[in-house]
């Protein structure tokens, strides 16, 4: 059962544009919430997380959304570049450190 | 300087064969991971390794098996190898009381022919 539901699968922004990935979890144990970027063979890095205890999270063209009642949360980056290009991952921790990831989005910034 | 390394960065190999991926951090973090990402690109993890506590997937087969010599290294071996393994593993590491935050390796292509 998939604990942690990213969507959309791929995404398709202009330059300048917002992208905005959505992610859903199940489990209320979760108290850690992190996205990670990955570029074409490269491993997954670190870019951005939230704690349940603040609804937003902002680092630079980054932001975070969460809204604990509806257990969504979602990255939004402003003013999309071509180098955002890369797949994100949002997961979820809590109890066990051992995050739960979504199954990833492919996003494409056309210059 | 490079904080979470693995080699090789490409491994093929035939079906049945045994091998090892090995995986170092000199961030002296304390907690080491292994990942599988398959051909979709999902992440799935398959150990936590800390001098204390060997956390295994359940899901993961017993051909694979991590060695850690120190807190440094946790190296993956994987023996009769199939098909379906064929796949990038990852390495990553966190350290306590930050251990939310795991660093990447670059990965290891798997190609089993």
């Known amino acids: 059962q998939q604990q942690v539901k990213q969507s959309p699968q791929s995404l398709i922004v202009q330059k300048g544009g917002i992208s905005i990935i959505n992610c859903a979890y199940e489990n209320t144990a979760f108290d850690y919430f992190p996205w990670y970027q990955q570029f074409p063979g490269k491993g997954p890095a670190l870019l951005i997380a939230?704690?349940?205890?603040?609804s937003e999270k902002k680092e630079g063209r980054f932001t975070i959304s969460f809204n604990k009642s509806a257990k969504q949360f979602s990255l939004h980056i402003m003013d999309s570049q071509p180098g955002d290009s890369a797949t994100y991952f949002c997961a979820a921790s809590g109890g066990s450190y051992i995050p739960t990831f979504g199954r990833g989005t492919s996003l494409i910034v056309h210059p | 300087d490079t904080a979470v390394s693995q080699t090789p960065k490409y491994l093929v190999t035939q079906m049945g064969n045994d091998k090892s991926i090995k995986c170092e951090q000199n961030l002296g973090h304390d907690t080491m991971y292994w990942y599988k990402q398959d051909s979709k690109k999902f992440l799935k993890i398959m150990f936590s390794?800390?001098?204390?506590?060997?956390?295994i997937n359940e899901t993961v087969p017993n051909r694979f098996s991590p060695k850690s010599p120190d807190k440094a290294h946790l190296n993956l071996h994987i023996n009769s190898l199939e098909l379906g393994d064929s796949a990038v593993y990852f390495c990553?590491?966190?350290?306590?009381?930050?251990?939310?935050?795991?660093?990447f390796g670059p990965g290891t292509r798997l190609t089993v022919t």
């Open positions: 990553a590491s966190s350290q306590a009381g930050y251990r939310y935050e795991q660093y």
């Open positions: 939230i704690r349940p205890d603040v």
């Open positions: 390794y800390n001098n204390k506590e060997l956390i």
